[in-house]
T-cell receptor
Framework: DTAVSQTPKYLVTQMGNDKSIKCEQN?????MYWYKQDSKKFLKIMFS???????INETVPNRFSPKSPDKAHLNLHINSLELGDSAVYFC???????????????FGPGTRLTVL | AQTVTQSQPEMSVQEAETVTLSCTYD???????LFWYKQPPSRQMILVIR??????QNATENRFSVNFQKAAKSFSLKISDSQLGDAAMYFC?????????????FGKGTKLSVKP
């Protein structure tokens, strides 16, 4: 069974469209994250949710809106897509961020988003 | 703000040889965690090794070991007996202790090539 899954793995769309990426983890973790990996492979945190509550919201355009219907799911919705949004988006999860210690963050396979 | 620097964009090693990847970080915290993640061409992020800053002993995982120099804020990864499957991007990452900021702060990565 896949620990952290993302759908879709590839997403090609036109500028101006709205799209969503779904993430699910079956590890029973309390905390989930969205990271963005740009064309130079640089990974940066976008959002973090702990028990469905937004914890981290880095400087991300408000066209990006995360939604966590329950602690096993964290979806990412993007409005009015722009060329610069093209990247690989990774979902991750870990157990209990507050006292997480060196707990491993488990990553999904990533979603490669291409905006034309 | 914490930062992580990987000064070697690319490295190359002969199969069966040893290679060391460099990482330095900047933080005013005294307690934190450090990680090395591997990202092969499949894109999957895989944890290689982790280190708790309060532990003086360097972490070891089979062929992978770290040289953790807290005063110098240095955290290098040594790969012994390199194998073709070790070819990947390697990311050094920092994570604060406690609080709500459980996200990883990544360096820009080192691309490791392994020559047969």
């Amino acid at each position: 069974d896949t620990a952290v899954s993302q759908t879709p793995k590839y997403l090609v769309t036109q500028m101006g469209n709205d799209k969503s990426i779904k993430c699910e983890q079956n590890l029973g973790h309390d905390t989930m994250y969205w990271y963005k990996q740009d064309s130079k492979k640089f990974l940066k945190i976008m959002f973090s949710y702990n028990n469905k509550e937004l914890i981290i919201n880095e400087t991300v355009p408000n066209r990006f809106s995360p939604k966590s219907p329950d602690k096993a799911h964290l979806n990412l919705h993007i409005n009015s897509l722009e060329l610069g949004d093209s990247a690989v988006y990774f979902c991750a999860s870990s157990q209990d961020t507050f006292y997480a210690g060196a707990n491993e963050q488990f990553f999904g396979p990533g979603t490669r988003l291409t905006v034309l | 703000a914490q930062t992580v620097t990987q000064s070697q964009p690319e490295m190359s090693v002969q199969e069966a040889e040893t290679v060391t990847l460099s990482c330095t970080y900047d933080t005013s915290e005294s307690d934190y965690y450090l990680f090395w993640y591997k990202q092969p061409p499949s894109r999957q992020m895989i944890l290689v090794i982790r280190q708790e800053a309060y532990k003086q002993q360097n972490a070891t995982e089979n062929r992978f070991s770290v040289n953790f120099q807290k005063a110098a804020k240095s955290f290098s990864l040594k790969i012994s007996d390199s194998q073709l499957g070790d070819a990947a991007m390697y990311f050094c990452a920092y994570r604060p202790v406690g609080g709500s900021q459980g996200n990883l702060i990544f360096g820009k990565g080192t691309k490791l090539s392994v020559k047969p």
